[in-house]
C-alpha cells in the first residue's frame, strides 16, 4: 500500500510541475539600452514577446503554437525633432527553432532577410525590414505554427560575430536600427543608429555599459494554481511518508 501511495503522490507533483512549466501564455519585455553610437544610459525602446504553446489559457489574442514579437522606438529627447518616418527600420532577432520565412508575419511592406550583421551587435539570422512610417504604431512580427515550441525562451539566442566571437558593442537578444531624426551637433552628426538589448552583459566590465538581469517570466494565474497543487502534492508525500515510515 506505501508503494502505491508513494507512486501516486510522486507521480501527481511531477505531472503538475511538468504541465506548469509548460503552460499558458507568457509575455516579457526587454529595453534597447545600448546603442553603437549614443551613450549608454537611455532606454531607446523596448521589445516586448508573447508567447502560448497551447496548454493552459491563452491571452495576448495569441492561437497555440505562435509566439508575437512588439517593437517600440521611443522619440527621446536626444533626437531633437524627429520627422514622420522616425521609427525601427531594422530589426534583427535570432531563434533556436528551424524557422521558416512563410511562418513570419510582418506588416503591410516589410520582408524579412537572413544572416544579416547589425551595426556592430553581430549577425542575426533573421532581420525584417521596411519603412516605419507605414506602420502607424510599434512594429509587430508574428510567427506561427510552432506549437509547443511556441516559448519565449525558443527566441532567446544571443547574437555573435560571423566567427562566433563576442560582438563589438555586445552579444544581445535583439537589435534594431532606428531613424528618422537628424542629430547634427559637438558631438554626433546622425540619421539613425542601432540599439540592442542589454540582457546578455552582466558579466561585462562596468566600463563597456551597463548590466542587466534577465527579467522573470510572467505566466498567467492558472500556472501558479498548479505550481501550488504540485507543492500540495509533494508536502502530501511527504507527510504520508512521515506518518507510515517504521519508527
Known amino acids: 500500500m506505501r508503494t502505491v501511495a508513494n507512486i501516486f503522490f510522486g507521480s501527481l507533483a511531477l505531472l503538475v510541475i511538468t504541465t506548469a512549466a509548460h503552460a499558458d501564455y507568457v509575455s516579457r519585455t526587454y529595453s534597447f539600452d545600448l546603442s553603437d553610437a549614443l551613450p549608454y544610459g537611455e532606454s531607446f525602446g523596448s521589445a516586448m514577446i508573447e508567447a502560448y504553446d497551447g496548454v493552459g489559457p491563452g491571452g495576448g489574442g495569441l492561437a497555440a503554437g505562435q509566439l508575437r514579437?512588439?517593437?517600440?522606438?521611443?522619440?527621446?529627447?536626444?533626437?531633437g525633432p524627429v520627422d514622420?518616418?522616425?521609427?525601427?527600420?531594422?530589426?534583427?532577432?535570432?531563434?533556436?527553432?528551424?524557422?521558416?520565412?512563410?511562418?513570419?508575419?510582418?506588416?503591410a511592406g516589410w520582408k524579412v532577410r537572413n544572416d544579416r550583421f547589425m551595426g556592430g551587435f553581430g549577425k542575426f539570422r533573421w532581420q525584417a525590414y521596411g519603412d516605419p512610417s507605414v506602420l502607424g504604431g510599434p512594429l509587430a512580427i508574428t510567427i506561427d505554427g510552432l506549437?509547443?515550441?511556441?516559448?519565449?525562451?525558443?527566441?532567446?539566442?544571443?547574437?555573435?560575430?560571423?566567427t562566433g566571437d563576442w560582438p563589438l558593442f555586445g552579444s544581445v537578444?535583439?537589435?534594431?536600427?532606428?531613424?528618422?531624426?537628424?542629430?547634427?551637433?559637438?558631438?554626433?552628426?546622425?540619421?539613425?543608429?542601432?540599439?540592442?538589448?542589454?540582457?546578455?552583459?552582466?558579466?561585462?566590465?562596468?566600463?563597456?555599459?551597463?548590466?542587466?538581469?534577465?527579467?522573470?517570466?510572467?505566466?498567467?494565474?492558472?500556472?501558479?494554481?498548479?505550481?501550488l497543487c504540485g507543492a500540495g502534492?509533494?508536502?502530501?508525500?511527504?507527510?504520508?511518508?512521515?506518518?507510515?515510515?517504521?519508527?
Open 69 to 79: 514579437m512588439t517593437f517600440h522606438a521611443a522619440p527621446l529627447p536626444i533626437y
Open 147 to 162: 506549437g509547443a515550441d511556441a516559448t519565449v525562451e525558443s527566441f532567446l539566442v544571443e547574437s555573435r560575430t560571423s
Open 84 to 107: 514622420s518616418s522616425f521609427g525601427i527600420q531594422q530589426l534583427g532577432f535570432n531563434s533556436k527553432l528551424d524557422i521558416k520565412d512563410a511562418q513570419i508575419q510582418l506588416p
Open 233 to 247: 502534492a509533494f508536502v502530501g508525500w511527504r507527510r504520508y511518508r512521515q506518518f507510515t515510515s517504521p519508527v
Open 173 to 227: 537578444y535583439f537589435a534594431s536600427r532606428i531613424g528618422g531624426f537628424d542629430l547634427n551637433n559637438d558631438f554626433f552628426d546622425l540619421s539613425s543608429h542601432v540599439a540592442g538589448t542589454s540582457v546578455l552583459t552582466t558579466f561585462l566590465p562596468e566600463e563597456l555599459g551597463p548590466t542587466s538581469e534577465p527579467p522573470a517570466q510572467t505566466p498567467e494565474p492558472a500556472s501558479c494554481i498548479l505550481a
